[in-house]
């Protein structure tokens, strides 16, 4: 008898492990699911917050390059009119400016997102290179005075 009650225990002891084990593992997988959704949803923020940084970046660079191409523009203009000594000097610049301000354009459209990390480091690149295109052409504007 004794047997009978041992043997009976040891199955409910084991009946009971299983069922607990069963729900831990479905917990696991509730806690998985949601985990899931959660990156999910982070995924899409960061795509959405992504997207609205690209458009005000490229935006903000696409005016800088246009405000560029007027300013050359307008310099090519005034070098037809200027003396041969004057042209000489800062035709070349010129063209050096409005060949960087064309890769720059090209640069932003071919531009395709790689992460975060990758993203960071064009922006700053780029506005960088913006940057020393303005300032070449201030200085010319600057010299012809």
Known sequence: MKKKYFITAIILLFTGSLFNGCNNNREKVEEAKDNVVEAKEELKDAQAQFENDWQQFKSDVELK???????????????????????AKYEKEVVVLEQKNIELRKKLNEYKYDGNDNWQAFKNDFNREVDIVIVGLNDIFSKKD
């Open 65 to 87: 390059i246009s405000n560029n191409e007027k300013r050359i523009a307008e310099f090519k203009a005034e070098i037809k009119t200027a003396s041969g000594k004057f042209r």
